[in-house]
């Protein structure tokens, strides 16, 4: 009867792993996933307005770099609000800390204000030769 119950118990076991180990990966498919048909649509965007080449390929670079670099992407700001009092101050305090280190004009905040302020700000990503302001 033991060697039973410890058969079972073991099979019990490895199936909780074999099951945590396939969520994982279902998780990480997951965001690739997500970015894959982003891509797609944008190309079948591209497509139809008959952009030239170099200028698809331009503006698939910018979407590359935008979702690998961006908050969006994670649903930054629903991520935070949904988090207790005191974990989304330890996570906006961190955020601070690492904004303060990119952007010295905010040292004067304190690292929760300024986790705040950049969990709010939208980040824009601008590639060489983009213009950002003309006259």
Not at 14 to 34: E, K, N, P, Y
Not at 39 to 49: A, D, M, N
Not at 97 to 115: F, I, T
Request: net charge positive; glycine share 8%.
């Amino acid at each position: 009867i033991f060697t039973i119950f410890v058969a079972l118990l073991g099979a019990v076991v490895f199936g909780q792993c074999i099951g945590t180990v396939s969520s994982l990966i279902t998780q990480v498919a997951g965001g690739d996933q997500r970015f894959q048909e982003q891509i797609r649509g944008v190309t079948e965007y591209l497509s139809f307005r008959r952009l030239l080449l170099e200028e698809r390929l331009r503006v698939k670079s910018y979407y590359l770099h935008c979702w690998r670099r961006s908050p969006v992407a994670f649903q930054e700001r629903r991520i935070l609000d949904e988090l207790s009092g005191p974990l989304q101050r330890l996570a906006l305090q961190r955020i601070g800390q690492n904004m303060v280190k990119e952007l010295p004009l905010l040292q004067g905040l304190s690292d929760d204000c300024v986790g705040f302020l950049a969990s709010r700000l939208e980040r824009v990503m601008m590639r060489n030769g983009d213009v950002i302001y003309e006259r």
